[in-house]
Structures are given as C-alpha cells and as structure tokens.
C-alpha cells in the first residue's frame, strides 16, 4: 500500500489565511475593478462621441458653406446676366452698376452663410473693384484683400481652389474665378463661426494643416496648436498652464481641420453619482484588504506565532520562557495556558534531576580529590626514603618542612577553589621538595599578572602538571626549566584566566597529543590518572566554559588552560 501513499502537503497557517483572503476577497475585489474601468471607459467614450457629434455638425456647415459659395462662384461666372454685364461694358459706369447690382445677390449670400465674409469683382478693362463685405475689417485688411483679387486678374489665372489669405489678426480663405480679365472672389472668414451650447469654457475653431489657427484670438493666442497625429484626439496647455483636451475632424474641401477645445476635467467629475459610489466602495474594499490582514495578524497570527517559538524554544532545551495570555480569542488564551501548565512541570521535573545530579557530582568530586592526594604524597615518601639511605638527614628536613607547608595549603574542603598565590605557593614548595639532592635541580620561572594573583581556582590545577613535567622528563645533561604564566584575557562574559606551563623537554609524541586533546581521552591508567582527575574536576566545576589544551613549543611540552573569571561555583557546579 506505500506505493500509493502520497505525502501531504503541509502549508503554515499564515499561509493558509493569506490563501483563503486571496481567493475570497481578491476576485470580488478584481470584479468591482474591472467594472470600475469599463464604466469610466464607457463615459469617456460617450463623451468623445458627443464632443465629435457636435463638432460633426459645425464640420458639416463649414463644408456647406464653401460647397454652396463654389456652387455660387460657378453659377454666377457662368450664368448671371449682372456678371456678364460687367464684362461686355461699354463704359466704366456701365460696369458699376452691373457690380452694384451683383452686390445685391452677394448680400443675400452674406446673410444666409455667417462663415461668408466677403464677395468682390473687379474688371481689369475699367480697373474697377467693388467689394461685398459682413461685419467689420481693418481697412488694411481689406487693402490686402484689394491687392490679392487684383493681383488674380493680371496673373490672367486664378489658383485652383481656396487658398489661405493671411490677414493682420487672422487668416481667410480666398476663392477667385476669372472669365474675360474680369475677376469674381468670394472669402471665407473661419473667425466668423458663431458656437452655441458650448461650455463657457469650450471653443470651436479652425486649424491649417501645420497646426497654424486661422483665428489665433480664438484659439488661445497660440502660433500653433497640436495636430491629431493619427488620432482623433490630443491634448494642449494654454500660456496660464490649464490643460484643454482637443478634437479634430478634418476638412475635405480644405487641407486643414476643426477643432473643438474643452478644459480637461478630473476623473471624478467626468463620473456620474452612480458611478462615484461604485468608485468608493472599491476604495473602501481596497483599503480593507490591510485593515482585515492586521486585524488577522493581530488577532490570530501574532498569538499563533508566538505559541510556534516558545515550542521551538523549549526543543531547544528553554524551559523559563513562558506563552503571554493576552489574546482576544478564548482558544488561543487556553491553549497558552495549557503549554505554561506543561512547562512549569518540566521545570519542576528539572530541579528535582538537577539536585539529583548535585549530589551525584559531588561524591565524584569528593572521589577524584582523594585520588589526586595519594599519587603526590606517594611520591613524597618515595623521596623522604631515597635521602633517608643516603643520609641526607638536612635535606630530609627542609623537605618535611616544604612538605608540612604544602600540606597545609592542600588539605582542605576539595569543592573550595584556592586563590592563584596559594596555588603558586603549592607548586614552589614541590619545586623545592625536587630540589633537595638532586644533581641537576629543576628551576622554575613565573610570569603572571598583577591584577589576576587573587584569582580562584580549582586545586592542584597548575601542580598536576609541574608533576607530571618533572615525573616524564628525559633530560640527562640538562636541567629541567619549568615555565608558568598567568594572565588574563578579556572578553564580553567577563574573561578568561590563561595559564600556560611550559618545559624544555623531548614535548609530548604525535599519538599521546592526539590521545589527550581528544573530547575522551583514555587517559585512565597508572600514568595519567592526574591528567584524567583533572579533566574530570574541570567539566563538573565549569562544564564546557573551561578549556585545557596540550600542544608542543619549539623547545619542549606546554599545557594550557583556559577558566573563565566570573564564574560562581555552588556545590562544585557552574552557575
């Protein structure tokens, strides 16, 4: 059956909430949006539409009114008995009031087209003009005008269409027709479009095909304005910084187009009530996304998380740390309360194994320091013995004496540290118990702080290595030089006390090193039982804070230790 067993997928609940929150809220929430959109799309495009249907219609009177006076032109060269009359004049009073009595269907026309601005003729025979003219013109417009249509009749041609006559203000457009050098124009003023139910603000007006208006007073007193560029709309900025919003359609008859120019407004005063409250209430549904994760987080996820680290907390051997009861719902309250309940059990369950394992450790304590006595005094009668044979009876003195004062300083509680002095003054009175008689006497050099002299320290720390430098030394033509220092290194716990002792001997092999720094040695024999004692002693007195290193100098063995400064011993433990 394992075959088919599939391992489940285990997601955190912070994970499983974000889950939940994002296929609740976030599709109901992307609907409102997009529903949002397609309803400011839909007023922006409706008043696209209404701003081009509008502009659609003064568009189709502009293209009205030049298709009517071309028609007008045409008919009139071609058929009028008035025009014809000006032509085939005999005299030049004849030809005027032929023109006068063209002028009277002109001033029809006039009034029928607002955007008409003028009709005017002229005989080259009689060098006779007349002009027809709407509304009022500087007279040097209208001497522009004068030199255009003259200029039309000597040129014996007129040009093809309406062309654009640039007058002082503005710019008009020009149609002439010439039949036997006698000259019929007709001008159309783009200034002269009249807009109604327009914006106060909105205006209508026309443009050349390079963006230069035929009305500049209308058309925000700009040299040019943006062409469409392949769209319908763009945009423009007056000279105070106000931003207008264009629409052009072009002009068939014409190379140029009509524009209509609206201030451009806010999204939110394009939107109508209805659409303002849909507006809010996905503002109100976005703003309570966050609103509803901190309320979770806060809630929920923060108690959840805090619950998850005290567990992980006390597999990591933390059984101090306590859950806060301060959450808003009842479950997570219990639950708290629950595991608080469990670790005050533990820590009583603790105590009780720890004063167990006091006491345990304190019969080896008391065990290994009886061990270490026996092998220096031992060793102490070996001596007393060989002097005795040889009749040293003053050396047998003076070692009783250095023997009686190291007694003295030894014997004492085995869980009390001895301050560094008193250990110091252990190892010189062994130093001189080995000088006595001997022919190549051990010296011994200190190097030590001033500061650390009233340091404690476990007995027989420094002593148990003196002895064995002096038990193992193979030196036979030289004396044995015993090195000691002791300083102090600082650190953020408080430092360390450093004791180096150092000899000149052979040093130690590559296998006893490897044998002595190993985590468990097997050091237990007739040969190392002090080394192995005081390994023992150093981990139930400081556990892993202490560090005891063996390594060889250039010129003989060093041991090193490493005990930290401020630690409190209670009963042979590290507090």
Known sequence: MSIFYKKRNISSFRNTAILTMSVIVLPLFIVVVLFDVYTIQQQKTAIRLSRRNTLSAYQQQFEDTLRITDDFLTDTVANSLDFASIIYADTKSEAYLASQALGLQCKIQLKAHELLGAFCTYSQAFDSYRITYSGSYPQADLAVLRSAVISAANAGHAASGWIPLPFSERTVLLYTYIRSNTVFAAMIDPANQSCSGLGSEDRIFYIMADGTPFAPNVA?????????????????????????????????????????????????????????????????????????????????????????????????????????????????????????????????????????????????????????????????????????????????????????????????????????????????????????????????????????????IPPLSILTFVENSIKHST???????????????????????????????????????????????????????????????????????????????????????????????????LQ
Not at 231 to 239: G, L, T
Not at 391 to 415: G, H, P, V
Not at 429 to 447: C, H, M, N, T, V
């Open 220 to 456: 925000f007193q700009a040299d040019t304005l943006p062409l469409p560029d392949g769209h319908i709309s763009s945009s423009f900025r007056d000279a105070d910084g106000r931003k207008y919003d264009l629409t052009h359609l072009a002009l068939s008859p014409i190379d140029g187009y009509i524009v209509y120019a609206t201030p451009s407004i806010s999204l939110l005063k394009m939107l109508n009530f209805t659409q303002r409250v849909l507006l809010v209430i996905t503002l109100a549904l976005l703003a309570s996304i966050p609103l509803c994760w901190l309320s979770l987080r806060r809630f929920l996820l923060e108690p959840l998380n805090t619950l998850t680290r005290t567990m992980q907390a006390i597999q990591g051997g933390d059984t101090e740390i306590r859950v806060p009861q301060q959450s808003s719902i009842q479950e997570v309250n219990d639950i708290s309360g629950t595991v608080n309940t469990m670790l005050d059990i533990i820590r009583q369950q603790k105590i009780d194994f720890y004063e167990q394992q006091l006491e345990t450790q304190q019969a080896q304590l008391q065990y290994l320091h009886k061990q270490i006595r026996p092998h220096f005094f031992l060793n102490c009668l070996n001596m007393i013995y060989s002097m005795a044979g040889e009749k040293k009876y003053a050396d047998i003195q003076e070692l009783i004496l250095n023997l009686s004062s190291y007694l003295r300083s030894t014997f004492r509680d085995s869980f009390k540290l001895v301050s560094l002095d008193e250990e110091i003054r252990s190892v010189s009175s062994y130093i001189r118990i080995q000088q006595i008689g001997a022919q190549l006497p051990p010296k011994l050099d200190f190097e030590i702080d001033a500061d650390i002299s009233a340091s404690y």
């Open 475 to 573: 030196l036979v033509d030289l004396s044995l030089e015993i090195r000691i220092r002791c300083r102090k290194l600082s650190s953020e716990d408080g430092g360390y006390l450093n004791i180096t002792i150092s000899d000149n001997s052979a040093g130690f092999s590559s296998d006893m090193l490897e044998t002595l720094n190993s985590p468990s040695p097997e050091v237990y024999n007739d040969l190392h039982v002090g080394i192995s004692n005081m390994k023992q002693r150093l981990k139930l007195l400081y556990g892993e804070k202490a560090t005891l290193y063996f390594r060889n100098l250039a010129g003989g063995a060093c041991v090193e230790l490493f005990l930290p400064l401020n630690a409190k011993i209670s009963g042979g433990n």
